[in-house]
């Protein structure tokens, strides 16, 4: 079996150029839910934006790395990766907002560094997402770990729960990703990548509940997003991550 070899010097290169992108340009997808929302000055505001970024904050850097299974990546990843958001903040004249320690508060000074995350899938392709999250979002998401009793009503309980809580900080309309099952740490990363995803879930039990999801909010969201992943018999743990109206992403294949 043949294995094709890709050198983090292109993962640099490619991070750096996606994060200046995700900072000015929304994706075309998102563009058309704000556009159907129908609120003239958020539409006003991406299209005159030119080369100033969407939002003064700039966000932590979340990077997702589809890995094909037949790709091996040559270097330091991690450090790969960081430099290309040190590139992209200069670059890109973008706020520095990561602190070294949680406590300690000092800045680093070049936004780094990214939170990192992997998935292996079949092939030999490479892709990645860079997408960054400003904390007026961030902090309003929310994991319970729900008994199965709780069942179906009490996930939609909780999700329309912490949508409505977020909605007076988190820059109207949002974009609600739900992540249902797996462990604690699982329901979260599947929450906040589903802000991501344009197209509903392939399964139509999960499609017809985001869209009742969304019927419930669509005063102030422009959709809603889930996730589902085989979970233990004694837990039922969900997750909500919320998007701002400036759902900022953008990925390239190498």
Known sequence: MSVRQIDAGRLTDAVAELYVQACLVLPEWVKERLYAFGNPYIIEN???NGNI???????????????GQDVHL????????DEGVRRAVKAGYLRSSIVADPLRRQNTGDNTPAALYYDIVPGDKLKITVA???FGCENKARIAMLAPA?????????????????????CPPVMIGVGIGGNFDRAAYMAKKATLRPEPNPDPFYAGMEQELYEATKKFSI????????????GLPCAVSIGCHSLRCASEEL
């Open 46 to 48: 991406f299209e005159k």
């Open 53 to 67: 970024p969407l939002c003064q904050d700039t966000g932590m850097a979340a990077v997702y790395l589809e890995v």
């Open 74 to 81: 040559t270097g330091d990843i991690p450090a790969a990766v």
């Open 132 to 134: 960054p999250r400003g």
């Open 150 to 170: 709780d069942g179906i009503e009490g996930v939609k309980a909780f999700v329309l729960e912490t949508a409505k809580m977020a909605v007076p900080d988190a």
């Open 223 to 234: 959709g809603v997003r889930i996730t589902a992943a085989p979970t233990h018999i004694a």
